[in-house]
């Protein structure tokens, strides 16, 4: 059987790797090891949180699915940081995970030239280092001249709890097994990576009077930019604490811990650590937060956020029964960790291909990162640059400077990782101006230009560019006085003016908002959609600082845009340093900026480089 592409896992990034493929003209089959699976939120029911939201609107604003999907099914809202500027502020839902699965298997099986398919991919054909097919545990061949591998944590998974351990997936799903050995066969070095999860318990089992109510809130801001106002009745949500018999339960487990007995062999994340890990590693911490959240309006289910843990069973039961208003408190599913299969994502491109291999591609968690959201980011690249490859066009590779996505895969495949990677604001060197508030209007040209966004974003993101326009030039025009504006400031806790002032003045203060000088002079300033009022706000209060970001934006493009030549011999620049000439030649950048990235490589080494790079420039004039 004969496709364009073949997607070989049907999880966070398998699914947004597929729909590109398909939304950009190719057939496509996507293939999973369990229909029942598809999207699975395996861990934390929820999309979005600090960095992470920026990288789902950043799909949404490229075409992809997932901040329409997580749109239609939050159980509850948040918008995180909003006592810190704007670069760090961060949209996170819980979600329906049941109802989640549910919408992105039906777009799924709605697409246009999308096939999906229940099958164990267990071999990778190539051919003249190309990628020419997959092949299935049953012996089926399905030809192809692109392969997106988006595996998850599933390549040889076991679950561990205490001493029990199981060759099986997340949530009890089956495992892949050969498609390893196919990967080592073609000469990938695989690594094992672990993660976590907590216990699910019956709420009808929790006392949650004496836990802190967690609301949502009460102006719901969307994901996806085709949505504008979203609302449904949230739910509630629930702080608690740790206590000291909590951690003492633990302490005096530890040698059963998987953890500490040598027994997990792969490196867990450093970010999302389990509750033993906690208590050993901040041993001066009287207590740890947890939340308590919904997975489903169809199951009384919920999710300890900030539990997760490997020990045995008896003492999971013990040590949950601790927590205030859990002291009756049923476990539906133990929490488990489970270590999986993963290559070094330095082998790959920024497009997210082989540097080896012609038309395999990589997404997610399979590349060492963790996360639903930095799954998806990546699968999206990745389906678009194996459209792209087929189309015989140009790839599609975001920079640092461009985009959270840019940052997730040139650290993941300049740098690499040891640990399962997460999405930070802190790793985000231009986070001013990569905020997820314009995710589109910095992203979404792309995706129109490369036949994946749909007309109608475009004619959106038209309107509130348009909107910006108009309202500055209406602030630049219109005057207030000081009867018609000081009562407000004061209110807001700003001082008074004492003569008449430009919208644009008003409109630097910190706490003076588009909807407030609109409020009194409804009929000077023009009716625009709040997303057009947002970008002025944030324009105007961030002038200064946003130029000075751009202005540092720009010179790193120019950096950046010195590519290496794909030929260049770096064991014989003599002049190079013995690490640099060994990290260079594993690596391969693509260009000057990204090698000066690689850690072991030097400005001195940069340096060295930038003189071949000239001499070699001038022989070949010559």
């Known amino acids: 059987m004969k496709y364009e592409a073949v997607v070989v896992g049907a999880g966070h990034a398998g699914v947004e790797a597929a729909l590109a493929l398909a939304r950009m003209g190719h057939r496509t089959l996507l293939m999973t090891l369990n229909i029942d699976g598809v999207a699975l939120m395996a861990c934390n029911p929820a999309i979005g949180g600090t960095a992470k939201g920026h990288l789902v609107r950043e799909v949404d604003a490229l075409g992809g699915e997932m901040g329409k999907c997580i749109d239609d099914v939050f159980l509850q809202s948040r918008m995180l940081n909003t006592g810190k500027g704007p670069a760090v ?14 919408r992105m298997t039906r777009t799924l099986l709605r697409q246009e030239n999308l096939d999906l398919i229940q099958a164990e991919a267990a071999e990778i054909i190539t051919k003249g280092g190309k990628v020419t097919g997959v092949k299935t545990a049953t012996g089926v061949v399905y030809d ?5 591998l988006a595996t998850g ?5 076991r679950i561990i709890i205490g001493e029990y351990m199981a060759n099986e997936g997340p949530s009890g799903l089956t495992n892949a097994n050969p498609l390893s050995d196919s990967l080592k066969s073609l000469g990938f070095e695989l690594r094992r990576f672990k993660t976590g999860t907590p216990a699910r318990v019956d709420i009808k089992s929790v006392d949650l009077s004496k836990l802190e109510p967690q ?4 102006k719901i801001v969307p994901f996806s930019f085709m949505n504008d106002n979203l609302e449904k009745d949230q739910i509630c949500c629930y702080l608690g604490y740790t206590n000291a018999k909590t951690h003492e339960i633990i302490r005096n487990n530890l040698h059963r811990a998987p953890m500490f007995t040598g027994v997990i062999e792969g490196v867990g994340p450093r970010y999302c650590p389990s509750i033993e890990d906690k208590i050993v590693r901040f041993a001066d911490k009287e207590r740890h937060q947890f939340f308590l959240e919904p997975e489903s309006v169809f199951s009384d289910e919920w999710y300890v956020q900030g539990m997760s843990s490997s020990l045995p069973e008896d003492v999971q039961r013990q040590f949950y029964k601790t927590l205030d208003g859990f002291e009756n408190v049923r476990i539906t599913r133990l929490a488990y960790a489970i270590e999986y299969d993963c290559i070094n994502p330095t082998v790959l491109k920024r497009t997210l291909e082989s540097k080896d291999i012609k038309g395999l591609f990589f997404a997610g968690q399979i590349n060492g990162s963790s996360g639903y959201e930095e799954a998806a980011a990546q699968g999206i690249i990745a389906g678009i640059n194996a459209a792209r490859m087929l189309e015989d066009k140009g790839e599609v590779v975001l920079g640092r400077a461009d985009a959270y996505i840019g940052v997730l895969i040139d650290d993941l495949t300049t740098k690499g990782t040891n640990e399962p990677y997460r999405m930070m604001t802190s790793r985000a060197e231009y986070r001013l101006t990569l905020r997820q508030d314009n995710a589109d209007m910095r992203l979404t040209k792309i995706g129109l230009d490369i036949g994946l966004a749909e007309e ?16 500055v030039l209406a602030l630049e025009k219109v005057r207030f006085t000081p009867d018609e504006v000081n009562e407000t400031l004061l ?3 700003e001082s008074p003016v004492s003569g008449r002032v430009s ?11 588009w909807d407030i000088l609109k409020s009194i002079k409804p009929d000077e300033l023009p009716d625009i959609c709040y997303q057009a009022g947002e970008q002025i706000e944030i324009r105007l209060k961030y002038e200064g600082y946003l130029r000075r970001q751009e202005a540092q934006s720009a010179e790193f493009r120019r950096k950046e845009a010195q590519k290496l030549p794909e030929d260049v011999d770096y064991s014989k620049i003599d002049s190079l340093r013995i690490e640099a000439r060994q990290k260079l030649s594993a690596i391969r950048p693509e260009t000057l900026g990204q090698a000066a990235r690689i850690s072991g490589v030097s400005p001195g080494d940069i340096s060295v480089l930038m003189v071949y790079l000239e001499k070699r420039k001038r022989e070949k004039t010559l």
């Open 153 to 157: 944590v599933y390549l040889k998974s």
């Open 491 to 493: 209110s807001l806790g």
């Open 144 to 148: 192809c001249a692109a392969a997106v």
């Open 89 to 102: 502020h961060s949209l996170r839902a819980q979600a329906d995970k049941k109802m989640y699965q549910f």
């Open 503 to 513: 919208g644009i003045e008003l409109m630097k203060r910190q706490k003076v908002t």
């Open 215 to 218: 609301y949502g809130d009460s």
């Open 456 to 471: 109608k974003r475009g004619e959106k993101l038209e309107k509130k560019l348009k909107d910006i326009e108009t309202g």
